[in-house]
């Protein structure tokens, strides 16, 4: 059985970009701004439903990073320094911790456009425990354990509160464990992510991306959340070996770097070659990362592709 739904930041359409810019300018309003945004994230949430998307997000259109609402509303963090993502040509501000975190619940939601996504079943995204952790600045803490174990909090509190606002599924992403791997990582990384989903009644998700699975399996595939998944444009997919439990595989088999629209054929092949090789019953196709590096058309067009592979993987 196949599903598909989306991974990441949805590009924000030129209207929107421009928009936005008036108002860091002062020349619009914020009443505007927002019913752009809301009315941007009511045609992805159509776009996904017309296509047949199992799971339905706004996009994060308000997100300027993954990280950004937790660094602007958790007491004590602020949005420091400009930094690379990775290895794209695109930007985060590095969150600075300057004091012990406490969980404030909510601030996903509040940059959520929850209106758009009423009545759907709907997904949200959040950073891993160990992924926020890794891309902070700690001025507070000087111990990783830590400063694991209350970002771990931060993010139970959130997803709770995703949770209780109606959302049905809930992916937490995380570049670091594969782009950055660091030896003894997987297991602080589990007990944190286990912590943030305890009795948490929605489907959960770890999703990595831009870097190899390989070296971290089979122990990625043990992590306590109902789906697990990578990139396969950064993956060596023929040297994959293990078994998933009862989870369901996420394989990011459309680029999310690259504008070249793939053939819908050759991208279920792969992803039924990946399935039988970790002995997965159930596959999520997504795309291997956030969208928003490629023009507003073109992740349109990949949305598109989305549904045929998920129809051709049956």
């Known amino acids: 059985m196949a599903f598909a739904h989306l991974t990441g930041i949805f ?15 002062g020349r619009t309003d914020k009443s505007a701004l927002d019913r752009l945004f809301e009315e941007e994230a009511q045609r992805l949430v159509a776009l996904e439903v017309e296509h047949g998307l199992d799971y339905v997000t706004d996009g994060l259109l308000r997100w300027q990073d993954l990280l950004r609402p937790l660094a602007d509303e958790l007491p004590g963090v602020h ?10 040509n695109s930007f985060y501000r590095r969150p600075v911790i300057e004091a012990p975190l406490e969980p404030v619940s909510g601030a996903a939601l509040r940059w959520t456009s929850v209106r758009a996504l009423e009545g759907r079943p709907w997904k949200a995204i959040l950073p891993s425990p160990w992924a926020f952790a890794a891309l902070s600045e700690d001025r507070a803490y000087g111990d990783d354990k830590a400063l694991l174990r209350d970002v771990a909090e931060v993010l139970r509190a959130e997803a709770a509160s995703l949770a209780a606002a109606g959302c049905r599924y809930i992916q937490f992403s995380d570049p670091v464990l594969v782009a950055r791997p660091r030896e003894g990582a997987l297991a602080p990384a589990q007990l944190a992510l286990a912590r943030v989903v ?48 009862e989870q369901v595989l996420l394989l990011g088999g459309l680029n999310g770097r690259n504008s070249l629209l793939e053939d819908p054929q050759e991208t279920a092949q792969t992803v039924r070659r990946v399935a039988d090789r970790l002995h997965a019953d159930q596959v999520a196709v997504v795309p291997s990362c956030d969208l928003e590096f490629l023009p507003y058309e073109v992740a349109v067009a990949k949305v598109r592709r989305l549904a045929e592979v998920k129809r051709l993987v049956g």
């Open 79 to 88: 949005a420091g320094p400009v930094t690379r993502w990775f290895d794209n």
């Open 11 to 25: 590009p924000r359409s030129e209207e929107l970009i421009t928009a936005t810019r008036a108002f860091e300018r």
């Open 198 to 245: 305890e009795g948490l009644n929605v489907c959960t998700a770890l999703y990595t991306f831009f870097g190899d699975a390989v070296p971290l399996l089979p122990g990625l595939l043990d992590f306590p959340v109902h789906e697990v998944g990578f990139d396969l444009f950064a993956t060596e997919v023929d040297r994959l070996d293990g078994r998933v439990r």
